[in-house]
Nanobody, 127 residues
């Protein structure tokens, strides 16, 4: 049973990336999935979340309008399309779920709600 984030990389200022989150041993289909990021020396913070049905999507102010979260049930994958990347977006990006909840609503960015984490994927934006 495993959650895996992939698709990070090195891009220039203004570039784009699309990390993805997949699971093995269980399906993401029924659960909320949230992306967090952790920059060097900073705490891990929630940046975007998608409900099980994809009816609800949430974004941190720092990424709203630049990042888009989506899910493909056929591929059982959650994506984070990141555009207009800035050096301050440099961080390790993690996806998380709890395998219990379909939508956290206003609590979507509370780290202690999630107990199942991927290993993270590095995103580096050069200036």
């Amino acid at each position: 049973v495993q959650l895996q984030a992939s698709g990070g990389g090195l891009v220039q200022n203004g570039g784009s990336l699309r990390p993805s989150c997949t699971a093995s041993g269980f399906s993401l289909h029924y659960y909320v999935v949230t992306w967090f990021r952790e920059a060097p020396g900073k705490e891990r913070v929630g940046i975007s979340s998608i409900s099980a049905t994809a009816d609800s999507k949430y974004y941190a102010d720092s990424v709203r309008g630049r990042f888009t979260i989506s899910r493909d049930d056929a591929k059982d994958t959650v994506y984070l399309q990141m555009t207009d990347l800035k050096p301050e977006d440099t961080a390790v990006y993690y996806c998380a779920t709890d395998r219990k909840t379909a939508d956290y609503g206003s609590l979507w960015n509370k780290r202690d709600r999630y107990d199942f984490w991927g290993q993270g994927t590095q995103v580096t934006v050069s200036s």
